[in-house]
C-alpha cells in the first residue's frame, strides 16, 4: 500500500508539555494531507496535572498512552525510552510508520522520546530549542542540552535561542525562530479564563493579591530553604493575600518538613491543590505579583504585563529579565521583600512583548512540519 499522507508523532509526558502541544495540532489538524499520532508517556498521571488541560485545550485523547509514571531521574528517563523504542518499533512495522517526531520544552519525557527516536533513525524537531540556564545542576539543562544535540529541526522560541544553537555548532538551515507556542495558547484563552469566577470563589480582588508556585528541587527538597521561603511568604500575607497551588512533589515536601500546618494556619495564604489552566490563567492575569519558580510563567506573566519575582539564581529565558516583567530573586527573603514593596508601590519596570509572541508561532511550526 502506498503511503499517502506525511506522519507525525507528538510525545507528551508532564504539565508544562499540553499547553504547548495544543496549538501545534490544531493548527496541523486544519491541514489534511498529515497524520497526527499523539502519545503521552504518562509521567504525570495526576488528573490534575494531566486530564484537565486535554479537557480544557480540547487536545485530542492520545492514541497512544505509556503510564509510565514516576521515579528517580535515571529509572524515569530508562523506563521512558524503553516503552518508546517499543512503541515507535511497533508504528515502523505498520504500512503508516512514523516520519517525523515532535517534542516541545524541557522535561525527562522530551530528552528520553529524542533519544528513543534518533536512535531509530527517525528526525525530531524541538519546540523550545536553544534555551540554557548553564546550570547543569538543573535536570532540565541536561534535557535541553541532549535534546538539542541530537534534534535536527531547532525551533526556537526567542532569538537569544538561536544565537546559542549557532554558538553550538548547528546549522543554520536547521534553526528556525517561530515563537512561543506557550503564548499562543494564553491568546486564545485569556477571555474564557477571565470571564470564570475564580477570584470570587477565593475572595480575591482584581491586582490585589500575589500567585505563588514552587516546585523546583533547588527551592523544596532543602528544608532550610524551603522554611525561608515559606516565612517570606507568610510575611507577605500581611500586605496582601498569597494563593498558593501547590505542586504535588511541593506538598510532599511541606508535609515531610512539617510546614504544611504552618502555611495553613496563616490566616490570609491560601494552599490549594493545582489548579487548572483556565482557573490558573484567571487568577494570574489579574494578580498584583506571581512568585514563582515556574520556567513558563515567567513568559506568560510579561504578556500578561504583570510583576513576576522569580525564585531562581538563573533562567534559561533571559528576554523574560531583559525585556519583560520578570526579575531573578534566587531564594534571597530580603530581596524578595524589597521588590515586593517595589510593586505594592507601583515602582517596578514596565515590561515589553517580545518578537513573534504573537499567538501565531504553531502556524509558523505547522508550515515548516507540513512541508
Ligand atoms: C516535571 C519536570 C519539570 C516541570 C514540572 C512541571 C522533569 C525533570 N521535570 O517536574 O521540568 O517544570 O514537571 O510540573 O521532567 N507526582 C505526582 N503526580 C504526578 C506526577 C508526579 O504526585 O502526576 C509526584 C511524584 O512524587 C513524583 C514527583 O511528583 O516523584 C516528581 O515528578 P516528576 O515527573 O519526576 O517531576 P516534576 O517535579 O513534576
Known amino acids: 500500500m502506498t503511503k499517502t499522507k506525511k506522519h507525525l508523532a507528538f510525545i507528551v509526558g508532564a504539565r508544562p508539555n499540553f499547553m504547548k502541544v495544543a496549538p501545534i495540532l490544531h493548527a496541523i489538524e486544519n491541514r489534511n494531507y498529515i497524520k497526527t499520532t499523539l502519545?503521552?508517556?504518562?509521567q504525570h498521571y495526576d488528573p490534575s496535572l494531566?486530564?484537565?488541560?486535554f479537557e480544557e485545550l480540547e487536545i485530542k485523547r492520545p492514541e497512544i498512552s505509556l503510564g509510565v509514571g514516576s521515579g528517580s531521574h535515571g529509572s524515569q528517563t530508562g523506563k521512558l525510552i524503553i516503552e518508546?523504542?517499543?512503541?515507535?518499533?511497533?508504528?515502523a512495522s505498520t504500512s503508516d510508520p512514523i516520519d517525523r517526531v515532535v517534542v516541545v520544552g524541557d522535561v525527562n519525557s522530551t530528552m528520553?522520546?529524542?533519544l528513543a527516536a534518533v536512535k531509530l533513525n527517525i528526525p525530531v524537531a524541538h519546540v523550545e530549542a536553544g534555551l540554557r540556564s548553564f546550570d547543569r545542576t538543573m535536570p532540565e539543562e541536561i534535557n535541553r542540552l541532549v535534546t538539542d544535540s541530537v534534534c535536527d529541526l531547532l525551533l526556537a522560541s526567542e532569538p537569544d535561542g538561536v544565537?546559542?544553537?549557532?554558538?553550538?555548532g548547528h546549522p543554520d538551515s536547521r534553526i528556525h525562530l517561530v515563537g512561543n507556542v506557550m503564548i499562543d495558547t494564553l491568546l486564545q484563552q485569556l477571555k474564557r479564563a477571565k470571564g470564570l469566577d475564580?477570584?470570587?470563589r477565593y475572595g480575591l480582588e482584581p491586582s490585589a493579591y500575589c500567585v505563588v508556585t514552587l516546585h523546583r528541587p533547588s527551592n523544596v527538597d532543602d528544608k532550610n530553604v524551603l522554611n525561608a521561603l515559606v516565612n517570606v511568604l507568610i510575611e507577605t500575607s500581611g500586605s496582601f493575600p498569597v494563593v498558593f497551588p501547590v505542586h504535588p512533589r511541593t506538598q510532599k515536601k511541606l508535609a515531610e518538613f512539617g510546614l504544611l500546618e504552618k502555611l495553613n494556619s496563616a490566616e490570609n495564604v491560601k494552599v490549594l491543590g493545582p489548579l487548572g489552566y483556565l482557573d490558573f490563567l484567571c487568577l494570574t492575569s489579574q494578580a498584583k505579583v506571581i512568585v514563582t519558580d515556574s520556567g513558563g510563567l515567567q513568559e506568560e506573566s510579561t504578556v500578561l504585563d504583570v510583576p513576576c519575582l522569580t525564585m531562581r539564581e538563573n533562567t534559561e529565558r533571559p528576554i523574560t529579565v531583559s525585556q519583560g516583567t520578570s526579575t531573578l530573586i534566587g531564594n534571597d527573603a530580603e530581596k524578595l521583600a524589597s521588590h515586593l514593596q517595589q510593586i505594592i508601590e507601583n515602582k517596578y519596570k514596565v515590561g515589553k512583548c517580545p518578537e513573534l509572541w504573537?499567538?501565531?508561532?504553531s502556524e509558523r511550526i505547522a508550515e515548516i512540519l507540513c512541508n
Request: no cysteine; hydrophobic share 40%; glycine share 6%.
Open 50 to 53: 494531566s486530564d484537565v488541560f
Open 163 to 168: 544565537k546559542q544553537l549557532q554558538k553550538e
Open 358 to 361: 504573537d499567538g501565531k508561532a
Open 198 to 200: 475564580t477570584l470570587s
Open 39 to 42: 502519545i503521552h508517556t504518562g
Open 84 to 91: 518508546l523504542e517499543k512503541t515507535l518499533v511497533d508504528l
Open 112 to 114: 528520553a522520546a529524542t
